[in-house]
């Protein structure tokens, strides 16, 4: 964990120095090109031990990128063994075709792609590039897009469409949410965003819409049993189990605690009414947390909702690192509450780290060696 923690603290040191250039674009410039470095070199040349999902990715493309078969088949073929959504079907079919057969060609170019999308999308919203990069990492937010490939890529098409969203253009966020849902199918829950968003921001509704998840949770099973999804990997998982998720009770908690956090904060910063559009991100996300109580999968949907989350949280406490902050002062509870965060982030990942390493492999961390041939970690298995 110390190496991981001392990855971090490269992220505040780019801050502060950029704090001394006398041109706020060149300081602009120099964080955005700083954490695209950090963020590649860290994920792009990582182990394939290195997060959960690494080796997985790597052992499908190794299997597919030696079958014969597969690379003289048409990049447009949809095979359903696969258990691949299209899009990400036609994009390894593609790379292992015209670009390289190396398993490690799929680690490589999904981190240059996530690293260019994160740090656009955090430029976009926020003025401290390296501050916000280092809350994501803290919070394993950006851990967890990393190691989640297929989600990732729809994430970020997510935050394209979401610029659209902002500006009214709803044709054009549905066509990219459908788009995404081509990478990962949990793209389509967005496809509710709008409606969801426009009804008032009110404690009553929101108490409604949490009796809705509560229904919905009490009656997962019988749900998804009418959708035909018994034979589901997941929905077996789940009855086997036949107990309320852990981890689902810790992403509760943990989202509990930072949406309390963005209401006190909100209190004291005396603004009238809270933006009806992050309301809802929040009154969504927990009921999307509720319901993975009884089937934690359902959680992967919040994987989009959580950094809209984190930027409205620092809208409020740290308003001076956003380019449209919802607080206008900055305070000394601002400063403690940002403290108390990165606590709370860090007990996480140490909690984590060392009671249930399974959940994410943060650590040892390691860089893939380019120059071994084979790499056992249970990939070569079909």
């Not at 490690?104 to 656009?120: A, P, Q, R």
């Not at 981890?247 to 006190?264: E, F, H, N, R, T």
Request: hydrophobic letters at 50%; glycine letters at 4%; charged letters at 15%.
């Amino acid at each position: 964990m110390v190496v991981l923690f001392l990855y971090f603290a490269l992220f505040l040191a780019v801050h502060f120095l950029a704090k001394r250039f006398n041109s706020t674009e060149t300081a602009r410039q120099f964080e955005i090109v700083c954490c695209f470095l950090l963020l590649f070199i860290f994920f792009g040349f990582r182990d394939i031990t290195v997060l959960n999902d690494s080796p997985h990715y790597y052992g499908f493309y190794y299997h597919k990128a030696h079958s014969l078969a597969y690379q003289n088949d048409s990049i447009f073929t949809f095979r359903l063994l696969d258990k691949f959504e299209y899009g990400f079907q036609v994009l390894v079919h593609f790379l292992i075709k015209y670009v390289s057969k190396d398993p490690y060609t799929i680690i490589f170019l999904s981190s240059l792609v996530i690293s260019i999308g994160e740090i656009w999308f955090i430029s976009k919203h926020c003025k401290d590039i390296a501050k916000m990069c280092f809350f994501m990492l803290i919070s394993s937010l950006l851990f967890t897009h990393y190691c989640i490939i297929r989600q990732a890529l729809a994430i970020l098409i997510f935050y394209i469409a979401f610029d659209y969203f902002q500006k009214g253009k709803m044709w054009k966020y549905v066509l990219l949410i459908l788009c995404a849902g081509l990478f990962h199918y949990s793209a389509y829950f967005l496809l509710l965003l709008p409606l969801i968003c426009k009804n008032k921001p009110t404690w009553r509704n929101a108490i409604i819409a949490f009796g809705i998840a509560v229904v919905l949770a009490a009656f997962t099973f019988e749900l998804l049993s009418i959708l035909g999804l018994r034979d589901h990997p997941y929905y077996k998982a789940a009855v086997q189990k036949n107990a309320i998720s852990i981890v689902g009770i810790a992403d509760c908690a943990l989202l509990s605690l930072i949406i309390g956090i963005i209401a006190y904060a909100h209190r004291i910063s005396r603004r009238p009414q809270i933006d009806a559009f992050y309301f809802w991100i929040c009154t969504t996300a927990m009921c999307v947390s509720i319901v993975s109580l009884v089937i934690y999968p359902i959680a992967r949907v919040n994987e989009y909702l959580w950094p809209l989350i984190l930027f409205m949280l620092f809208k409020y406490i740290d308003p001076q690192a956003m380019k449209e902050p919802f607080s206008p002062s900055f305070t000394g509870t601002h400063r403690l509450l940002r403290i108390f965060i990165v606590l709370v982030f860090a007990v996480k990942m140490i909690g984590i780290n060392a009671f249930r390493p399974e959940w994410q492999h943060y650590t040892p961390y390691k860089f893939y060696r380019f120059d071994q041939e084979r790499h056992n970690f249970n990939i070569y298995r079909l």
